[in-house]
């Protein structure tokens, strides 16, 4: 007896260890986002690089609290996942709300998430337009939770939209949609004690962390900046140090956490052609410019290996943006670190898919 009860103990061991070692990670994230204003069209998407992509933007009413698209984006949304998965069978597709334009659609989502029953409006009419229109998830984009009410409303919102989520699931049959949240990346943005860490982590599968535009030219006219340096050794805001105060300060767990690529730079013009660095002297910041116009420019390209960001000048021409050897940088900074996945900010800016593939190939299987 004893021997045979030794025998069935060490063969559950085995079994559970075989499970254990057999059991699949989670899931990497390669996710990016397709602005409807870009121009590109849904039928130009190459999702082979990504495995979620996020179609912005549903509008939040603010008269009626409920997530509606407009006209003129119906028709691309409605087809959106079965045009990209006759590609690619396995990309998800999410639906996402909101987005940065300004404080008055700030202001919109704060007033929605205040009471109860307009954040019902806000959720059911969330999970309506998911479902009509064939989307696999659905993608928070409120720019930004801006005191302790929004935190604790923006808690009481996620955890009644999980709840929902979850119930129409059970109703339905079909699986349920995942919840994701486009979040600032740096205090430098926002400030991050607003965002209710703990209720991030219980209810919504996974955090996009917008880890750019942490200097711009706009904000800092008189001297070139890396917009989206992995590493900044000159002060505390980066994009490591954004994902470790939402892992170590929030409590959101790394593994649902993905590190935010801009696939757009800033330009500078010089105060002097022959001082071309990083934080070198500039007469005038020129705002933001896509990856593939900036490609497009006959420039000498730097990549430096400390702040893990690319720039490159011509004459008195400078921009600071990630190429494909900072993004693939990156990227693997982002895995080691144990990081779910990436997200690019947006699709569209790339040039023949270069900063995705890179991306991707990065990140490996």
């Known amino acids: ?28 994230i390669k996710g990016g986002y397709w602005y409807s204003e870009s121009g590109l069209a849904v039928s130009n998407i190459n999702p082979s690089h990504f495995t979620h992509l996020f179609c912005a933007f549903a509008h939040l009413d603010p008269n009626t609290n409920k997530v509606t698209i407009s006209s003129s984006d119906s028709s691309q949304f409605s087809t959106f996942t079965q045009t990209l998965q006759a590609k ?37 009419s969330s999970i309506q337009q998911a479902r009509s229109n064939n989307f696999l998830g659905l993608d928070l984009d409120w720019e930004y939770p801006s005191s302790d009410t929004d935190k604790t409303n923006f808690a009481s919102l996620i955890k009644e939209w999980k ?33 209710p860490g703990k209720d991030v982590a219980n209810n919504l599968d996974f955090v996009n962390v917008m880890a750019y535009d942490l200097f711009t030219s706009e904000g800092y006219p008189t001297v070139t900046q890396p917009p989206a340096p992995w590493n900044n050794p000159r002060g505390q805001f980066s994009a490591e140090q954004g994902v470790t105060e939402w892992n170590k ?26 001082k071309n660095g990083l934080f070198a ?36 021409d400078w921009f600071g943006y990630d190429d494909t050897q900072s993004i693939s940088a990156k990227v693997v900074n982002a895995k080691q670190k144990g990081l779910v996945g990436y997200f690019a900010w947006h699709i569209e800016q790339d040039s023949n898919w270069a900063l995705s593939q890179a991306a991707s190939q990065a990140w490996g299987m």
């Open 1 to 28: 007896m004893a021997n045979s009860k030794n025998n069935l103990i060490l063969v559950s061991t085995l079994l559970m260890l075989l499970q254990l070692h057999f059991t699949p990670s989670k899931a990497a």
């Open 88 to 124: 690619n069978p396995s990309v998800k597709t999410l639906l996402s709300i909101g987005g940065g334009f300004g404080p008055s659609l700030a202001a919109n989502f704060s007033r929605m998430a205040r009471q109860a029953n307009t954040r019902k409006s806000f959720i059911d």
């Open 163 to 195: 709840e929902a989520v979850t119930k129409e699931s059970r109703t339905s049959g079909k699986a349920p949609l995942f919840l994701s949240a486009a979040v600032a990346g740096s205090d430098q943005i926002t400030p991050l004690k607003y965002y």
């Open 249 to 274: 300060t929030l409590g959101v767990p790394l593994n649902k956490l993905n590190l935010g690529l801009p696939f757009y730079g800033y330009k500078w013009s010089l105060s002097d052609s022959n």
């Open 281 to 316: 002297p500039a007469k005038q910041g020129l705002g933001a410019v896509k990856y593939k116009d900036i490609k497009n420019v006959a420039a000498q390209v730097v990549f430096d290996s400390t702040y893990v960001t690319n720039y490159c000048f011509k004459g008195t």
